[in-house]
């Protein structure tokens, strides 16, 4: 078995299948709710050669089980939000430097370094609850910018849009990362015209205001902030890596991540690229959980790669998944 941090170096699809391979016979072994899926369906570990034959987890494990492949103690425990009385998916994570090597890394690769940003945060519906993955990257991004304007703003677009104002004048290199409603609610008081700022949405009205489609939201958020395009992240409180949108809701992987997309009439089958499907994520820096996850948003991969998210289906919807773990 590779050592963890060695995955942060993969840099071909040939190094990725490898280690993919190399993490599933592990996890096989040594995660017992995976195990036991697999045996439920009568897979056996040991005849698996490429990574289209490797079973994915259903994503609501995550609500009902401790998905863990590691002995050791817990470190950090990261929990999805949810409205009262709905059960949230909780990940146990034993070695949160994995978590923030991912975050940062990708970070750098799509963006270049972080200290060449001032950060702001426009995330009150998460800030205003514990347990969230994404608040303690943004935590980690605003302290490693070493910008003394980085920071926090819950309901204070005022002072927002003032901020905006002048690092534009100071021509700094900016980024906004904000929850949809909140990025919405800004702009309908304080519209800017700043094309150099990264705006990015992190998805979600939270029951806030009515769904959108995101080529109506992209195009409200563009014009409020004069943008010529709106940045996405892709990630969840399961993964401990991300996919990012530079535009059009176009995702990219690090080297470490992958998308596959699933058929959703049968489960266990893989769809080709350019058809919609289940997206399946291989999440290499989840070694100490799961790293082979099938959420329950819907895609397709387009021929280049990337990936792009076209919605998202229920539970009841997945049929043939009825073999679950008691």
Not at 11 to 27: G, H, K
Not at 225 to 240: C, D, K, N, Q, R
């Amino acid at each position: 078995m590779h050592s963890p941090k060695e995955i942060f170096t993969i840099n071909s699809p040939e190094t990725f299948e490898a280690f993919a391979l190399d993490i599933f016979r592990f996890q096989a072994q040594h995660c017992a709710i995976y195990q036991a899926y697999i045996q439920n369906l009568r897979v056996n570990h040991n005849e698996v050669r490429n990574i289209g034959q490797i079973p994915f987890l259903p994503i609501s494990f995550f609500k009902t089980h401790q998905i863990l492949s590691s002995p050791s103690p817990v470190e950090i425990t990261f929990s999805s939000s949810g409205t009262t009385g709905m059960v949230t998916s909780s990940h146990h994570v034993t070695d949160v430097s994995l978590y923030e090597q991912s975050y940062l890394q990708a970070f750098t690769k799509f963006y270049g370094p972080v200290d060449e940003y001032c950060f702001l945060a426009l995330l009150p519906s998460y800030q205003q609850r514990s347990g969230s993955s994404l608040i303690y990257m943004v935590n980690d991004l605003i302290e490693k910018s070493n910008h003394p304007q980085s920071g926090y703003f819950l309901y204070n677009h005022n002072d927002l849009f003032d901020l905006l104002s002048d690092l534009k004048a100071k021509k700094q290199k900016t980024v906004l990362i904000g929850v949809t409603y909140a990025l919405l609610d800004f702009i309908e008081k304080f519209p800017i015209n700043f094309p150099e700022l990264i705006v990015m949405e992190t998805g979600g009205m939270k029951g806030k205001r009515k769904e959108m489609v995101r080529e109506e939201l992209h195009e409200q958020l563009t014009k409020g902030f004069a943008v010529p395009a709106i940045h996405s992240e892709y990630g969840m409180t399961e993964l401990l890596s991300q996919a990012y949108s530079l535009g059009e809701g176009v995702f990219n992987c690090p080297n470490w991540m992958k998308v596959l997309i699933r058929d959703t009439n049968d489960p266990l089958s893989l769809i080709p690229n350019g058809k919609t499907g289940g997206i399946n994520v291989i999440d290499l820096a989840n070694i100490n959980s799961c790293a082979f996850i099938a959420t329950q948003d819907l895609g397709k991969i387009n021929p280049d790669g990337s990936f792009e998210v076209l919605g998202r289906f229920d539970n009841a919807d997945i049929r043939g998944c009825n073999l679950l773990v008691q």
